[in-house]
C-alpha cells in the first residue's frame, strides 16, 4: 500500500464510527459484491454494524458467496448512518438509486475504496491505487490495519481477485496479486471451489444468451461486436469474454437490451486502445482495457452509432494509452 496517510485516516474514521452503509456500482459484479461482503464481515468483527444496499437483483451465480443475505434490496429504514463506504466506484453516480437513501453526505464520512483509474477522488478518505481488484486491495488494507483474514473473508477476497483478473489472465495481474491470493488459500479461502462455483456452475440460460450472441456475432477490421435482444433470458455468462477471444482484433463490443429499454454495452480491448476513453464519448467508463457504457436507445441504431464511432477513433492516436 502506498498512501498511508489515507490508510491512517480510514483506521481513524472507522475506529469512531458506529454505523456504516456500504454501496457499490450498480449491475454489481463480482468483485463488487466480494468486496463488500468481505467489508461487511470484517467490521462486525471490529464491533461495527454494517448495511450493504444493492438496488440490482444479484445473479445466482453469487449465491456461494458466504454472508451473501447481507446484501439488501431495499433502502435501510433508519438514517442514522455515519460513514458511507463505497466499493469499486470511480464516482458516485455509479450507484444505483442512491437518491432513494436521502443521504446526507455533508454528516457523514465518504469512504472510497477503488481501483479504477479514472476515479474522481469524491471522497473524504480516498484509497485508490491501480491494482487488479477491490479485493487485492481490501486485503491490503486489512492485513495493514492487522484485521484477521477468516475463512469467510478469504472466500469473498479470493472471488473478487477471481473474477476481476479473469482467472489470472488479464494485464492487471501481478506479482502482488499472486502473493495475495497465495495468503487467502492459506487464510482456507477453497480455491477450486470458488473457481467451480463461478465457472463451471452456469445457469441454461447462460447457453441461449452464448447462442444467440455467438449467431449475431459480426467481425469488421480491428474489432468485432454482437447483440442480445432483451427476449433472451440474462444468464449469468460473460459473452463479451468469449468475444474478446477472437484473434485479429483490438476491441470487442457487446451489446445488451435491457428489459427498461436502455442498452448496456460490455467493451474490452485486446491493444493499448482505451476502451474507457472511447466510454466516456457516451457516458460510460471503467478501466483502459475493460470498460461499460449505459445508454438510452434502440439496439439497432446504438449499434450503428457507437461502431460508426469506433470506426472513426480507431485511428486517433489520443484513445492509446501507453
Ligand atoms: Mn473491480
Not at 32 to 58: C, M
Not at 199 to 222: I, N, W
Not at 247 to 268: C, H, T
Request: proline share 3%; glycine share 4%.
Amino acid at each position: 500500500m502506498s498512501d498511508h496517510r489515507n490508510l491512517q485516516d480510514l483506521n481513524h474514521h472507522l475506529l469512531n464510527a458506529s454505523r456504516v452503509l456500504i454501496l457499490t456500482h450498480q449491475q454489481p459484479d463480482l468483485d463488487a459484491i466480494g468486496s463488500a461482503l468481505s467489508w461487511s464481515h470484517q467490521l462486525t468483527a471490529q464491533g461495527i454494524s454494517s448495511y450493504i444496499f444493492v438496488a440490482d437483483t444479484l445473479y445466482n451465480q453469487f449465491d456461494f458467496l458466504p454472508g451473501l443475505s447481507a446484501v439488501q434490496k431495499n433502502p435501510p429504514k433508519f438514517k442514522d448512518f455515519d460513514t458511507l463506504l463505497v466499493l469499486d466506484c470511480s464516482t458516485l453516480l455509479r450507484v444505483k438509486n442512491i437518491d432513494s437513501l436521502k443521504l446526507d453526505l455533508n454528516n457523514m464520512t465518504v469512504i472510497n475504496i477503488d481501483h479504477h483509474t479514472d476515479n474522481t477522488f469524491f471522497g473524504n478518505v480516498n484509497l485508490v491505487e491501480d491494482i487488479s481488484s477491490v479485493g487485492e486491495l481490501s486485503f491490503l488494507i486489512f492485513s495493514e490495519l492487522k484485521w484477521t483474514i477468516t475463512p469467510d473473508i478469504a472466500m469473498c477476497l479470493y472471488a473478487a481477485i477471481l473474477f476481476d483478473t479473469g482467472c489470472f489472465t488479464n494485464t492487471n495481474v501481478s506479482p502482488q496479486t499472486f502473493r495475495v491470493c497465495a495468503q487467502l488459500v492459506e487464510a482456507n479461502a477453497r480455491a477450486h471451489y470458488v473457481t467451480e462455483q463461478m465457472y463451471e456452475s452456469y445457469s441454461q440460460a447462460s447457453y441461449d444468451t452464448l447462442r444467440v450472441g455467438l449467431e449475431r456475432l459480426q467481425v469488421r477490421k480491428d474489432y468485432a461486436f454482437t447483440s442480445v435482444p432483451k427476449e433472451v433470458r440474462e444468464g449469468d455468462i460473460k459473452l463479451i469474454e468469449f468475444i474478446r477471444k477472437l484473434s485479429g482484433i483490438q476491441v470487442a463490443l457487446v451489446f445488451r437490451e435491457m428489459e427498461n429499454g436502455s442498452i448496456k454495452v460490455s467493451l474490452r480491448s485486446k491493444s493499448t486502445f482505451s476502451v474507457s476513453k472511447f466510454a466516456a464519448l457516451f457516458g460510460g467508463g471503467g478501466h483502459h482495457r475493460a470498460s461499460g457504457i449505459i445508454v438510452e436507445g434502440l439496439l439497432k441504431e446504438t449499434m450503428e452509432q457507437m461502431c460508426k464511432k469506433l470506426e472513426d477513433v480507431l485511428p486517433d492516436p489520443n484513445f492509446y494509452v501507453a
